[in-house]
């Protein structure tokens, strides 16, 4: 069964930090490019960086610049987002997708499989 889940979110003060794991099952993360996603409550799901499955080459809006740090571990299966100086502003669900086409657009339509989501809450 093809599957993604995220997990690591929480409930954390401004300034702080959290790691976001995204794991497949069922196939290999490696073969394709990976984007991360937030939707903060009322607003559209967004898409913040992805990470090329060629060269590794990151890719991020400008909101999250020197902030969030995408990674990936082949051999765990697994994509991390890594958020620094968090920001209430950072506050929604969090999900990692699966890019087909390994062009790291930051356009949902051009994601096929997606996690559940994970949740994560700046405020003091």
């Known amino acids: 069964q093809v599957q993604l889940v995220e997990s690591g979110g929480g409930l954390v003060q401004p300034g702080g930090s959290l790691r976001l794991s995204c794991t497949a099952s069922g196939f290999s993360l490696d073969l394709y490019s990976i984007g991360w996603f937030r939707q903060a409550p009322g607003r559209e799901r967004e898409g913040v960086i992805c990470?090329?499955?060629?060269?590794?080459?990151?890719y991020y809006v400008d909101s999250v610049k020197g902030r969030f740090t995408i990674s990936r571990d082949n051999a765990k299966n697994t994509v991390y987002l890594q958020i620094n100086s968090l920001k209430p502003e950072d506050t929604g669900v969090y999900y990692c997708?699966?890019?087909?086409?390994?062009?790291?657009?930051?356009?949902?339509?051009?994601?096929?499989?997606w996690g559940q989501g994970t949740q994560v809450t700046v405020s003091s």
């Open positions: 997708a699966t890019d087909p086409y390994g062009t790291c657009s930051m356009e949902i339509h051009t994601y096929d499989y």
């Open positions: 990470i090329s499955n060629s060269d590794e080459t990151t």
